[in-house]
């Protein structure tokens, strides 16, 4: 029996890049899927080319996000993937707007989910996988911004839900996972790739070869995979091409 059978798992963020990976992930282990994201045309395109795959258009960022999904499919592991591609100037060529982004996104959307979970939305043994990101462990290029801020918040976030739901005697599991490197292929990969080669003065391929132990996609589905079925202690993990670890 595949180890996600009989379960829901819904993907927020589900459409593309890593969020896709995570989604074909749990396809394969025999869970029920819902796909959501902001784009139509993209979760349009990708049930095309995913068999029994459900899909729904939603903001993860608005106030009523939690509502529309869970009326869709309640889930028995919720994943927020949802993220905006962080800047790529110097700090000071930047605009508040450009700085915040990540807050504003992903932040903002892992806390609106997590929320909802607190407030009764989800039935207990569920699971909430926050999607951040390895600039949270080791602060990021000088030029994204806010990214690895909003994504260590992600972290702390995962670990105060966890603290409530404690509390609170909900029996739901919170935890973070950051993919350790950068990832070509992606958006968020592409746009950081460019980002560095820019500031450095640099080859997009000068960058990428000097970069060691990197996890592809499918490596971030199969642990968050790992994380949805397995009994691991603690918040927050990382997942490089060394596999699935424990983060500081």
């Given at each position: 029996m595949r180890s996600l059978q009989g379960k829901n798992v819904v993907v927020v963020g589900g459409s593309r890049g890593v969020g896709r990976s995570i989604v074909e992930a749990a396809l394969g282990e025999g869970a029920t899927v819902l796909a959501v994201a902001r784009g139509a045309a993209a979760l349009k395109e990708l049930s095309w080319e995913t068999s029994g795959l459900k899909t729904l258009a939603?903001?993860?960022?608005d106030e009523t996000a939690p509502d529309a999904v869970f009326a869709a499919l309640e889930p028995d592991v919720l994943v927020i993937c949802a993220g905006a591609l962080a800047p790529s100037a110097p700090v000071q060529d930047q605009s508040w707007e450009d700085f915040s982004v990540n807050w504003e996104v992903d932040v903002k959307a892992s806390f609106?989910?997590?929320k909802?979970?607190?407030q009764g939305r989800l039935k207990p043994g569920s699971r909430v996988v926050l999607i951040s990101s390895g600039a949270a462990l080791t602060g990021g290029p000088p030029f994204a911004g806010g990214y690895a801020g909003a994504k260590r918040m992600q972290m702390f976030l995962a670990?105060?839900?966890?603290?409530?739901s404690d509390r609170l005697g909900l029996d739901l599991r919170f935890m973070a996972l950051a993919p350790a490197r950068i990832m070509p292929g992606t958006g968020i990969g592409d746009a950081g790739l460019d980002g560095f080669a820019a500031y450095l003065g640099i080859r997009p391929a000068d960058v990428l070869a000097s970069m060691t132990d990197m996890q592809t996609?499918?490596?971030v589905g199969?642990?968050?995979v790992a994380l949805a079925t397995g009994k691991l202690e603690g918040s927050s993990f990382a997942v490089s091409g060394s596999g699935l670890a424990a983060a500081a």
């Open positions: 939603v903001d993860a960022t609106l989910f997590c909802a979970a607190l670990g105060h839900c966890q603290k409530e996609p499918a490596d199969r642990a968050v």
